[in-house]
C-alpha cells in the first residue's frame, strides 16, 4: 500500500481501479465539496452522449481558444499518454501542471477520500484543480451522467450529443433509460444534438418535469434541427459535421461571433483520423459509431484491424461493417476485458468475412483501425516499432 498524500501521480494512478461494477457517488462528492472551497471554477459546459463526445468537447475547446478564452478540455480516455485526457489552452497538459494538480489535492484531501477515489474520479479532479481561474471547463461525461464524476459540480450549460444503446450493464436497456441518467445530469440548460431515436427528445421532456418536481430545478430544452447549414474543412470525417453543428448552436448560446475557419488546423486524434495515405484510425468501438464509418468509406473495401471489449456488440459492430470488409486482423490485445479471439473469429466465419493476419504495413491496401481506444494505442506502438 502507498502513502496517497505523498505518493507521486505515477504511483496513485497505478493503485486506482479503472474498472467496477457499481458506482458510488459519494467518495467523489464528498471530495468535490471539499475542494471547491479553494479553487474558482469557471463557465463549465457538459458533455453528455453516447458518442461524439470527445470530438464535440475539442471542437469547442479549440475553437474557444482561437477566440483567446482561456479553456481547459477534459475527456477520457487517452490512446498514447495520460496527459491527453486534460487538454489546456491548445495543448495535452504538461507532467509539471499534473504534477502541482496532485500535490494539491493531496494537500485538500484526507487520506481515506485520495485511497477511494476511483482512477475515473481522481483524474476529474485532477481537471478540475487545474481548470481554477479559467474562462471554461469543457467536461467530457464517462460513461454515464447522473453520477458521473464529472457532475459533482454544477455546470452552466449542457450539451447533449447522439445517444444510442452502450453500456447497458450501468445504464440501462433501452434509449429511454439511458437518455434519462445521461440527462438527469442537466442543471441548467441543454442543447440537444443530432439523435437516431425520437425517444431521447420525449425522454428529455420527461426529464425536464422531474427535476422539476424533486429538486425544483428549472431546465430549459433547446434543440438543434438544421444539421446542413455549415460546412467542415474536407480533411475531417463527413460525420463530423453533425458534432460542429452542435458545438455551433453552442457558441450561439455563448454570443461568441462564427469564423469556420478558426477549426480548420484543429487535429481530432483518433476520430476517422488518417495516419498514413492508407490508414485510418478511429476509436469508435459500438454500432453508432460502425454505422457512420460505413458511410464514410461507402463504396471502398478497407482491411479491417479489430478487437472488442466482452460488453460490446462486436457481432452487429460486424454485420454494419460488413460491406466495406475486404479481410480482417483480429489485433492481439492482452487485456482481460477484450473478448475471447476465437469468439470472434466464429462470428467472422459465420458471417463470411476473410480473416487473416499480417507482418506489415501493404501500400497497396487501404486499412481501417477500429473497435476502441486498446486497439488504436496498440496498433499505433506495434506501427512506430516496426518503422524503427
Request: with cysteine; glycine share 4%; aromatic share 10%.
Amino acid at each position: 500500500m502507498i502513502d496517497f498524500k505523498s505518493a507521486s501521480l505515477v504511483e496513485v494512478l497505478n493503485h486506482k481501479t479503472m474498472y467496477y461494477d457499481k458506482i458510488d457517488f459519494s467518495i467523489v462528492r464528498k471530495s468535490y465539496n471539499i475542494i471547491s472551497k479553494y479553487i474558482s471554477l469557471p463557465y463549465v459546459i457538459h458533455i453528455v452522449g453516447t458518442n461524439g463526445k470527445g470530438s464535440t468537447g475539442r471542437f469547442l475547446a479549440h475553437y474557444l481558444v482561437k477566440k483567446s478564452f482561456k479553456t481547459l478540455h477534459y475527456s477520457s480516455p487517452h490512446i498514447l499518454k495520460f496527459n491527453e485526457r486534460i487538454w489546456i489552452n491548445g495543448s495535452d497538459s504538461s507532467d509539471f501542471e499534473l504534477n502541482f494538480a496532485n500535490k494539491k489535492l493531496q494537500s485538500f484531501l484526507p487520506a481515506h477520500l485520495l485511497e477511494k477515489l476511483t482512477y475515473f474520479e481522481y483524474t476529474t479532479l485532477l481537471s478540475v484543480i487545474l481548470s481554477d481561474g479559467l474562462d471554461y471547463l469543457v467536461l467530457e461525461a464517462g460513461l454515464g451522467g447522473e453520477f458521473d464524476a464529472t457532475n459533482v459540480m454544477k455546470n452552466n450549460l449542457s450539451l447533449i450529443t447522439t445517444i444510442d444503446l452502450d453500456h447497458q450493464n450501468f445504464l440501462g436497456n433501452s434509449i429511454e433509460s439511458i437518455a434519462r441518467t445521461k440527462m438527469r445530469s442537466v442543471d441548467t440548460k441543454m442543447l440537444i444534438g443530432y439523435q437516431f431515436h425520437k425517444e431521447v427528445y420525449e425522454t428529455a421532456e420527461v426529464v425536464k418535469k422531474e427535476l422539476k418536481v424533486e429538486f425544483d430545478r428549472a431546465i430549459v430544452i433547446q434543440t438543434v434541427k438544421e444539421f446542413d447549414s455549415y460546412s467542415l474543412n474536407d480533411k475531417f470525417a463527413k460525420y463530423l459535421k453533425t458534432n460542429l453543428h452542435l458545438v455551433i448552436e453552442c457558441l450561439k448560446e455563448l454570443k461568441i461571433d462564427l469564423n469556420l475557419e478558426l477549426f480548420d488546423d484543429l487535429e481530432l486524434f483518433g476520430r476517422c483520423q488518417k495516419i498514413k495515405n492508407n490508414i485510418t484510425i478511429d476509436v469508435g468501438h459500438n454500432p453508432l459509431a460502425a454505422r457512420v464509418l460505413v458511410k464514410e468509406f461507402e463504396k471502398r473495401k478497407v482491411h479491417l484491424i479489430y478487437n472488442s471489449y466482452k460488453d460490446k456488440d462486436y457481432e452487429e459492430v460486424l454485420k454494419i461493417l460488413k460491406p466495406i470488409i475486404k479481410q480482417i486482423t483480429i489485433l492481439d490485445i492482452d487485456d482481460k476485458r477484450i473478448i475471447n479471439k476465437n469468439n470472434l473469429l466464429e462470428i467472422c466465419k459465420s458471417l463470411n468475412i476473410i480473416t487473416s493476419s499480417f507482418d506489415k504495413i501493404d501500400k497497396n491496401e487501404e486499412y481501417l483501425v477500429f473497435g476502441s481506444f486498446l486497439v488504436v494505442e496498440k496498433f499505433i506502438k506495434d506501427m512506430r516499432l516496426n518503422e524503427k
